[in-house]
């Protein structure tokens, strides 16, 4: 069982940053997804970075404003979120997958974290 914990949450003005880090015991050896819910809205897919740290993608609607990344060495995946826009306020979750590369597909991952609410003020 891998417990992912994410960090980072909060409010900010639009146009603001903020950072997002989950951290778990063994995540080094998983695929990790980013992905965010708002209310009456299904989970969607926001950033993902394969295991080894390469590939990184993302949806388009962060793409250019959003970068994630990992430090294996210390378990996290972080995602830096730039230029905040009041359409990102979500609750945000990390997600590791066993399977091979990463899925935009939310029933791809199999370990989810708690999630952390982002707030961006207009």
């Known amino acids: 069982q891998v417990q992912l914990v994410e960090f980072g949450g909060g409010l900010v003005q639009a146009g603001g940053s903020l950072r997002l880090s989950c951290t778990a015991s063994g995540l080094s050896s998983y695929n990790m997804g980013w992905f965010r819910r708002t209310p009456g809205k299904e989970r969607e897919f926001v950033a993902g970075i394969s295991w080894g740290g390469g590939f990184p993608n993302y949806a388009d609607s962060v793409k250019g404003r959003f970068t994630t990344s990992r430090d294996n060495t210390k378990n996290t995946v972080y995602t830096q979120m730039n230029s905040l826009e009041p359409e990102d306020t979500a609750i945000y979750y990390c997600?590791?997958?066993?399977?091979?590369?990463?899925?935009?597909?939310?029933?791809?991952?199999?370990?989810w974290g708690q999630g952390t609410q982002v707030t961006v003020s207009s």
């Open positions: 997600a590791a997958r066993r399977g091979f590369g990463v899925s935009h597909w939310s029933h791809d991952y199999d370990y």
